[in-house]
């Protein structure tokens, strides 16, 4: 089993930042890859970015050169680096782990 929890949400303007948190506890040691996804009212969930135990990452084209995914020396905790938000962001961002195990997501709205 692993828990996930994430932070960071918030309300943001369009072109600001925000820096979003997910750490991980429990069975850590089966983790291969981890990842951030993210669900629109209305939309299906998808994947944004996510990061493999080697350090590769991937990216939807949505966020290529705007959002950077990154962990912590531990390994723990993943974060993801939100800059130049758009008001398509919007959306409640979920941390995964392994592709089985979900975070209780964290709502990140960006408006004027």
């Known amino acids: 089993q692993v828990q996930l929890v994430e932070s960071g949400g918030g309300l943001v303007q369009p072109g600001g930042s925000l820096r979003l948190s997910c750490t991980a506890s429990g069975s850590i040691v089966s983790i291969n890859v981890m990842a951030w996804y993210r669900q629109a009212p209305g939309k299906e969930r998808q994947l944004v970015a996510q990061m493999f135990f080697s350090g590769s990452t991937n990216y939807a084209d949505s966020v290529k050169g705007r959002f950077t995914i990154s962990r912590d020396n531990a390994g723990n905790t993943i974060y993801l680096q939100m800059n130049s938000l758009k008001p398509e962001d919007t959306a409640v961002y979920y941390c995964?782990?392994?592709?089985?195990?979900w975070g209780k997501g964290t709502l990140v709205t960006v408006s004027s």
């Open positions: 995964n782990a392994a592709r089985l195990w």
